[in-house]
């Protein structure tokens, strides 16, 4: 893999089934990415010194998720000048919106560049398209997977124009 | 004013208005505090090392107050031992129900005792019951405030079947 | 088991399940508690029993969890001079909320020390940070606790650099 | 005034303005109540003296009005046999709905009857409905009060019509 | 079974589960009851005419439950001056909340007397404690049943205190 | 004015202010209405009347405004078989959230074509739309009206380009 | 199948299972209909295409189902002047709230018919209303399924009568 | 002003008063950009020529700004690969958690990075983080904006703690 532009870093490994969506989309683009897992709340000096280090060890770009009172993604952009992406993950008693308001509704001066709701793939493509901005490779990369999406609707449409939506359900 | 246990701290002096009420009923139990603004995002080292300090000070209790992505009290509370009272600010956009998730729904392992949106007043309230528990006059203050409550309960009752609502109403 | 310090109250056995977990971090730093069931609309009587008593009986906390239209928090808060600690039950209907409401959004002169939705494990490591306050040995214990929480973050770190995320998510 | 059916309690003399509205109702119906201020928290021995003794006091049917933590109407449900009808009064942090949850959502074996946020004439309707069931006088009143309800819809759509809505809006 | 007394009305068969909980908290108390299927938009003719013949059938309550656009309850409450007790029953999109607010809110001149969500339960009991206020018999079951009702209470907690948490949790 | 083809039904003269802009819609495109104040729950006959008629006297869309247990819309499709737009009226408890939820979520059979809340104005475009799928002419219309929204989003901003951001807000 | 007068759009096969309703419903009719996957977002020129080209090819009215950030249909009725028909698709994480607001909550200037969560069957009943304006076999057919729906709830209530709650239980 | 590297759009000159904030935000880093109105609704085809000549007229960053059902951010991010930074506004109705939930919710394939409601000069805090990555001066410019924001927090804390919280209020 190349060079590690990106941290992907969660609060707790139950949220390292939603969080792998991250990489999975940045290996999708052949971005390096760094995984850890490290907790605003049990080890703040580790996400302090995560935060501090980012910038210097080459990062472009940090992807944080949490849930609940989701701090991670505002603890860290606390310490760091880079971009941080946040990802709300969805919790079992209000859904997720606990930790969508702990993330975006964030004080004038420090933003979190918030994604959907369990939405890791995109913080990964947000992460790509950020740093496709000075790589024209990667930028031709991410208008391809665009176009892959365009034909991707077009090639489903086809199949339910053949089959009519019974079988297309039958099927799926 | 007496030896200070209590912490208020706040993220901005826009929350000084609500948080001053943590002050107000500290006072009225005689019970020292240190007022600080201080913010999780602009000044996380400020941040830290009143949490840190707080202890070896002689501070008992913590409260903290903040509105939106309300980070401060969780923060704090990740990096001392001491109870921390969490108050969520009331905004303009929810009413403060991202302040109050934001509090709330700490993960385990890491509690934040939080009162209702802007009740900054029952937080001073609060930190004086945990001290109560090892200072027998304070506890005595506490019961009289209560039973002050209740008289204040029956005064306005009296007040209202003397006058009937229509007046009572008028003149209050 | 050591002397009783804490109360745990639930409405109805059905919050047994949850409840527990106020016990087990009890349990963890050697406290002593008592746990009841009392219902605030059931059975009034023996609520306010329990909250009269609490104090006299040498209890110093009082943990208390309700679901729904969830009065017993602040039913005993407004019979005891003790600091009481409200845990919200989730709620199949609006996920907790409702509990949430019931018990945070307390009036002014009454406080009850919330924590997250189902979230009776910090409700009893928030009792013994209280107790803590006068016990050296249990706030030494309470400081190893958090220790010990760093230390399980940073091994499951470890463990995800050494295996990466397909074979972490694989064994766990 | 005639005999007192109806007990009307409100936690706090700033719900009056709104709890006025459940008198007015009985006013309009020549139905006796008594109009008390008395807190579930803050003075639970008065709250309890009066639910207990209102059916004793012939007392048919209690209308208890709260803001946030509503509790009120539930404690006083848990003391009483008697009809309890709950108002929800309006909170500016999150519109009542904390108030209508705590209200609504008893648990199995202890209704409130709950009305709208800010409600409370309706409660009063509520108790001359279920007061009329063995009132024939009061029946065709309420019925009567049923009828000009349809009249004065009637003469506002007939005065729109003639004005226009132009007009009508100006005039109104 | 004996006269009836009450009508308990649903919109569809598919909220029988939910409201077979009324009739059941009915016969407990022997109170007879009509069941009947109506829609308040599918039949309204139906439904008109059920609340229409309620009191001169020697109906004395109106017990409707629905959900989502949950319209029945306040339907049938413009149609008759018996008081009606509303349902809201659980949605899977936004579990009640819509058909809360459909029954709650009613506007200032037509009260329903709304229940918990799913509360139907509830629902008969209110029934049964309006019946009460003329039925010295049925007032007194209904003591007895509240008496019970703290008897349970007090039962489950001798039972947990005997076999501690661990043992009740296995065995229920 | 033209045939009246649309009926405008509001359940109060309060929602007039509001639901006014269904008028001014239909005006600015010469489409007759008539525009009525009665009530679901206030005079259910009227309304029923209303509904069974509409489509005798020749009209071929009803809008129906409300707020809070906004039954108004539903209670309408439900005694006619012309397509019924709903406009959920704003609350100052929970903002028209009521309403919205009243009027949107009906059951399988019975539609309501629901605007924004207070879009009062796009339900009588919704009506245009519909009644222009037979007359050209106004179909026509509507495409030029488009066209205008589409210039004046231009012509603002050239405007805004003109003066830069600081001069329009000072003159705006 | 008769002319396709009903173009039936959602944003991804996922949401098939529930779009089908729409499609059900036009063949009770025997309404002619379309049936596309496009996304508004991952092929905007597709979407773009099947809006404008609706009118011309003899389209009516457009019913679009989309969850989440639910743009489909708002997108669609940007670029059209026929009727379009929003389905708010449930989502795990608000229930479909999100699609909802996404959906019902457009601009002064552009209307969609909104219906409920996963309404889909009642946008294409919603479609049969609007075009059995001017089609009177189509008109006659849709007041007879109201008949049907009448019965249904009549066939119902009888089954329940002969059988009791009990049994009808077990049976369905 | 230097180069135009940030597209700031809103949808209508109503959201101008917020939207500054973006503007002033870029300026005080000397950050070229190009403020545009265009609604995603209302001018579909300028909305959708500006997002597909952003990256060619040598743009890096979209900020879009969008009140209600706020398509705006997400139908811009369909046609562009450049990042797209969207604000939600604050709406009356629901607070702007509608704004929010459009925006914020995007599908799979297609990220919007979502700010606070309002936040708008957070919005252009991001573009400059983003552009600060391949520009040194930038992100040292940057590093100093966090270092005054930090010195701004301690000299209010300085202040308050001179003057205490009565006279600080007075004079604020």
Redesign the interface.
């Known amino acids: 893999m190349s060079k590690k532009l990106v941290d992907i870093i969660m ?3 139950s949220d ?2 939603v969080m ?1 969506d991250s ?1 999975l989309a940045l290996e999708k683009f052949d971005v390096g990415y760094e ?12 996400t ?1 010194e995560i935060a501090q280090n980012a910038a210097v060890q080459g990062k ?2 940090i992807i944080a998720g949490a849930g ?4 991670l993604p ?2 860290i ?3 760091t ?3 941080v ?1 946040g990802v709300p993950i ?9 930790s ?20 890791a ?3 990964g ?2 992460a790509v ?2 740093l ?3 790589d024209d490779n990667l ?1 031709q990369k ?2 391809n997977y ?1 176009i892959e ?2 034909e ?3 090639s ?2 086809r199949k ?2 053949e089959k009519g ?2 079988r ?2 039958e099927e ?1």
Chains 1, 2, 3, 4, 5, 6, 7, 8 share one sequence.
């Open positions: 609060g707790s490994d390292l089934a792998q990489a995984l850890t897992i490290s907790s605003a709340h049990r080890h703040p000096s580790k302090s472009k770009v609940g009172a989701a701090h505002g603890v952009a606390s310490m000048s880079l971009p992406i969805f919790t079992s008693s209000v859904g997720g919106v606990d969508l308001y702990s993330i975006v509704q964030m004080p004038r001066g420090m933003p979190v560049a918030t994604v959907a709701i369990n939405g793939f995109n913080a493509l947000l398209q950020i496709a901005l000075h930028f991410y208008r665009r999406l365009a991707g609707v077009e489903k449409d339910l124009k939506f019974r297309y359900l799926n």
